[in-house]
């Protein structure tokens, strides 16, 4: 028997990710145009690193606050007071290190191991993979593509709910579809966790990436007291942070020194100088964030313009985050034309099979770059498609 033979099944179950694939297959392609990864060109603002690099220097360099430090909680009521509309509290929010901590955090917390948590899909990959690490079985409850984009059924969600289900997962604006839960879809969710005593768990990441104004309807809009809703979210997108891994959950003050326990045996608290760059983030990014907003929406409309041109591309425009979710006539296998398509074109796309049930024959390319790059990759892949 070999050492792999040992270790712990749940451990072996977890499948490799298909977008780390691609990227390892093609990172060093010359010339190459990478739209496989969720992150945008852009490099942190300066006022972001200057207050780390600040505090660094202050010798800030020792254990800290478990669920965060205070200026940066205090920062996080203020941000969601600004941008919610309604009144949030510092002792709300608890600093994890990356949002997929904090889902891991927030899993944990709320899921007994061997439960089911339902989430839709197609679906970032990791949400489902951390489920699984937690001990528990996700359950994918597929998003309808139409000519109008992508559609949840709410019949269709209730009916996947057992004895055994204790959460729903919903992340809208959604990656990879681009699925923005309307007002009235998060009020049915909302009901019929309430109906059937289940939790939400609520990544709202890119709400501020949403193209018809303002921010994505969001459950802070319809939550009361006594909901099971817990918030997690993330510094990567909002503010070029992808690198710091740092993110935050919003949940009710009364899980606080559980969910002090939790950060305590599994990291230790957030570095204390990535955090004071993380609270200039909140403080002064509010117009970065404007900017990178409006960046991604002349990028969508161009890349996804030049794609539909083609005539051979099923696509609708994504009404919110950053990415094209789109399938190419003639392609059922993306996994293997992702892998054709960055030696060929040094195009990088992430297969639609990465992202789970539903993901095939589609493909997921993050526009959130320079124009000129987001043209010359279009162009690259007309190219791609018209030879086919």
């Known amino acids: 028997m070999s050492l792999m033979d040992h270790l712990s099944p749940i451990a072996h179950s977890v499948p490799e990710s298909g977008i780390v694939e691609v990227v390892n297959h093609g990172r060093s392609r010359e010339g190459l145009i990478a739209l496989w990864v969720g992150e945008g060109d852009q490099p942190t603002p300066a006022f972001i690193s200057d207050a780390a690099s600040a505090s660094l220097t202050r010798g800030e360099t020792f254990y800290t606050w478990q669920r965060g ?19 949030f509290d510092a002792n709300e929010f608890y600093v994890t290190v990356s949002g997929m901590q904090a889902i891991r955090i927030g899993l944990e917390a709320i899921v007994p191991a061997g439960s089911e948590v339902l989430y839709l899909s197609p679906a970032w990959p990791n949400f489902p993979a951390a489920v699984t690490i937690c001990g528990s079985q996700p359950v994918p409850v597929l998003l309808e ?45 909302l009901d019929l966790a309430r109906r059937h005593g289940l939790w939400i768990m609520a990544d709202e990441i890119y709400s501020r990436f949403y193209y018809a104004g303002g921010r994505a309807p969001s459950f802070f809009d319809i939550r009361e007291e006594g909901d099971r809703i817990l918030f997690v979210n993330s510094f990567s997108k909002n503010w070029a942070m992808t690198g710091w891994r740092m993110g935050w959950i919003t949940a009710p003050p009364e899980m ?42 002349q990028a969508r409309d161009l890349f996804c313009d030049a794609l539909l041109t083609t005539n051979r591309v099923r696509l609708v425009k994504p009404d919110g985050a950053f990415y094209a979710f789109f399938a190419i006539d003639g392609i059922d296998d993306p996994r293997r034309a992702a ?21 095939s024959p589609f493909f997921r390319a993050c526009f959130l770059r320079r124009l000129d790059q987001v043209t010359e990759a279009a162009d690259r892949l007309q190219a791609f498609i018209a030879d086919r």
């Open 69 to 87: 430090i205070p200026n940066l909680r205090q920062e996080l009521a203020r941000y969601h007071t600004r941008h919610f509309g309604a009144s």
């Open 145 to 189: 593509f139409t000519e109008r984009g992508w559609n949840l059924d709410i019949g269709r969600l209730e009916a996947s709910i057992t004895p055994r289900t204790k959460a729903i997962f919903v992340n809208s604006p959604s990656n990879p579809t681009g699925w923005t839960a309307s007002a009235d879809d998060l009020k049915q969710i």
């Open 339 to 359: 892998l054709d398509i960055v030696d060929s074109t040094a195009v990088g796309l992430a297969p639609g099979t990465a992202f789970g049930a539903g993901g």
């Open 256 to 297: 606080g020194q559980v969910l002090e326990n939790l950060i305590q045996y599994a990291t230790s608290g957030v570095p204390h100088f990535l955090q004071q760059g993380a609270a200039a983030a909140l403080e002064h990014g509010d117009g970065f964030v404007d900017e990178q907003v409006e960046r991604a929406r």
